[in-house]
């Protein structure tokens, strides 16, 4: 009997160690057009096409759930789970049958070990624009057309960093690549050269230089993530009253303040969690340029 326990453990643990695994601390902001990863300081550029996991919809990207088709399709591919993590992988806001799996090599301190570990890119050919470059490979699967592409993140000699995009249709559009040939461009573009990793977003439209003001927050100090990194978001309230998301930031834990460039007019402040959770809400009316909102 205890020989037929160790056993069970053994297979359980080299079950474990031979899943694939999503990089921790990764999320949408919804209204954004980026993935971002805390744990490897990196963003993906989704463009609207993808936004945050829906739980009741299931569109969205994700960070917590591979089906056993995704898991078929990636073995296939090459990526071995010690090697590689998933950043996320779900379905197109607006054809439901377009998917989208994405996974980073695992970093090292072996030097010349990752370069051993990468997927192979025997096959692949090599896409060059002006923005920059990226491989790819386009093979199917399963009555699936799969378009594979891989773009260099970091190459520093022998801890080289590759993120790879697997853009998943149906084999009866088999040519319907426009969407994916931009995002690989986009990201490989923003990768190119000394990328820096800003997770925030700001989007100011004001009708001239004169509107425009700012205003510092605080958090409260029962509200503020002595352990836990959180998302600070501005809202602007339109007439109608519906809100669009113009700014936010990436909170350090223990951050408790800040300083937001915006408009005259009425936002709503949401500190989250990275889930989304709302932790902490206020309105502001910006009445004067340059002014304090909570003096008002």
């Given amino acids: 009997m205890k020989i037929l326990v160790i056993l069970f453990t053994v297979i359980v643990l080299i079950s474990c160690r031979s899943s694939y695994q999503f990089t921790p601390k990764g999320f949408i902001v919804e209204g954004d057009e980026y993935f971002v990863n805390v744990d490897r300081n990196m963003s993906v550029y989704v463009g609207n096409h993808f936004l945050n996991y829906d739980n009741n919809t299931k569109i969205g990207l994700q960070t917590a759930h591979l089906s ?36 980073i090599n695992n970093k090292t301190s072996e030097r010349f070990k990752n370069t051993k570990a990468l997927v192979s890119r025997d096959g692949f050919s090599i896409k060059k624009t002006d923005e920059g470059m990226y491989y790819y490979q386009t093979t199917t699967y399963n009555n699936q057309v799969i378009y594979h592409a891989i773009i260099p993140f970091k190459q520093e000699l022998g801890k080289e960093e590759y993120v790879s995009l697997i853009y998943i249709i149906p084999e009866q559009f088999d040519h319907h690549f426009d969407q994916i040939e931009d995002l690989a461009i986009s990201n490989a573009s923003m990768y190119r050269q000394h990328y820096i990793f800003t997770p925030s977003r700001t989007e100011i439209l004001c009708p001239d230089d004169s509107s425009r003001g700012h205003f510092d927050y605080k958090i409260p100090a029962d509200f503020i993530q002595r352990e836990n990194y959180t998302l600070m978001k501005g809202f602007f309230q339109n007439g109608d009253g519906t809100k669009k998301l113009i700014i936010y930031r990436l909170l350090q834990p223990g951050q408790s303040y800040g300083s937001f460039v915006v408009c005259k007019g009425i936002y709503q402040l949401e500190l989250t969690d990275l889930q989304h959770r709302v932790i902490w809400r206020k309105e502001i009316v910006v009445k004067n340029d340059h002014s304090d909102p909570d003096k008002h």
């Fill in 68 to 103: 056993k088709g995704d898991k078929q399709i990636m073995s296939k591919l090459g990526y071995h789970a010690t090697h590689y993590s998933v950043l996320f992988n779900g379905k197109s806001r607006g054809d439901t049958a377009f998917r989208l799996i994405s996974l």
